[in-house]
């Protein structure tokens, strides 16, 4: 099995770091169910039954030649499972991503680390050979599609709607635009693969205002409609961070309208059309729609 989290790939024997898997160990996911006891009868009356977290153990080991080497390998490790930006931060989340060996499809599953036992000095550790062991707390029931090709991004542009006539045409890049707000609506279709239902990231972009992003299935994102983009601006909607910050890096959350949650963007497995609007005037205005196929189970 292959392992890799924080930019650290782990598990392939001559790998540039050395570290292989020796035991790889899941645990049923926690059911938190809400059974009531039959008031002066026997049984139970069922209630919901919500999944909890569930445990990764790995046992890894070095393969070197030399302490030095070893203590290097696992050392590099340890230290981005212990991340203070992680660790420190009430509400933080990062991604661990596996896959088998023979196996080319990657997963993710999204939580955080926790155990990290370092090893013992002993005879083999001399040699190189230091076994430790790390576990990975799931805080999602879903797994996802992992790696860079299990990303998907779609993205909405402005279409120019003018008000004589009420003509509507697709902006050329030869026609001028006379400074008035042109509105704009954007519609397209996508289609989510996968078993479950699964969490987008919306970014808009800029220049503009009223921006809104809409599902034919009821989800809606937007912003409120005081806050105006430049074109050097964005403000990026992200469900699994946990925040609504700016493309500098400073939180937004004051910037979404009365209508938009978080968590509102849930795409489920089919196909859907999507609506983007904002009034711009250089239309060049657009919003990015991204996600990742979810499933139920770690195989």
Not at 25 to 49: K, N, Q, T
Not at 70 to 90: N, P
Not at 170 to 180: A, N
């Amino acid at each position: 099995m292959l392992v890799r989290f924080q930019d650290i790939e782990v598990g392939q024997v001559g790998g540039p770091r050395n570290v292989v898997i020796e035991n790889f160990e899941p645990s049923y996911p926690e059911i938190r169910s809400s059974d009531a006891a039959r008031e002066s009868r026997d049984g139970v009356l069922p209630g919901r039954d919500y999944f909890g977290a569930r445990t990764l153990g790995f046992d890894l080991v070095s393969n070197r030649h030399t302490m030095a080497a070893a203590r290097e390998s696992i050392a590099e490790f340890l230290t981005a499972w212990r991340d203070t930006k992680v660790r420190l931060v009430a509400g933080a989340m990062v991604p661990l991503e596996y896959r088998a060996v023979d196996d080319p499809r990657w997963r993710r599953v999204i939580g955080r680390p926790r155990r990290a036992d370092e090893p013992t000095f002993d005879f083999q550790m001399r040699q190189g050979v230091g076994r430790f062991t790390v576990e990975f707390d799931v805080l999602q029931p879903q797994v996802y599609a992992g790696g860079e090709e299990g990303l998907n991004r779609v993205r909405f542009n402005q279409v120019a709607d003018f008000t004589p006539g009420g003509w509507r045409w697709p902006r050329d890049p030869g026609w001028p635009v006379l400074g008035q707000t042109v509105t704009g609506t954007r519609e397209g279709s996508i289609t989510v693969t996968g078993t479950e239902t699964t969490p987008a990231i919306v970014t808009f972009h800029g220049p503009g205002r009223r921006f809104s992003l809409d599902g034919n299935r009821g989800w809606h994102v937007g912003l409120d409609p005081e806050v105006t983009l430049a074109a050097d601006e964005a403000i990026t909607i992200d469900p699994l961070a946990g925040t609504v910050t700016d493309n500098f890096g400073r939180s937004r959350f004051g910037a979404l309208d009365r209508r938009s949650g978080l968590y509102d963007v849930q795409l489920q497995p089919g196909s859907e059309n999507v609506f983007f609007s904002a009034d711009d005037v250089t239309l060049e205005a657009h919003a990015v729609l991204s996600w990742r196929s979810a499933y139920s189970t770690m195989v």
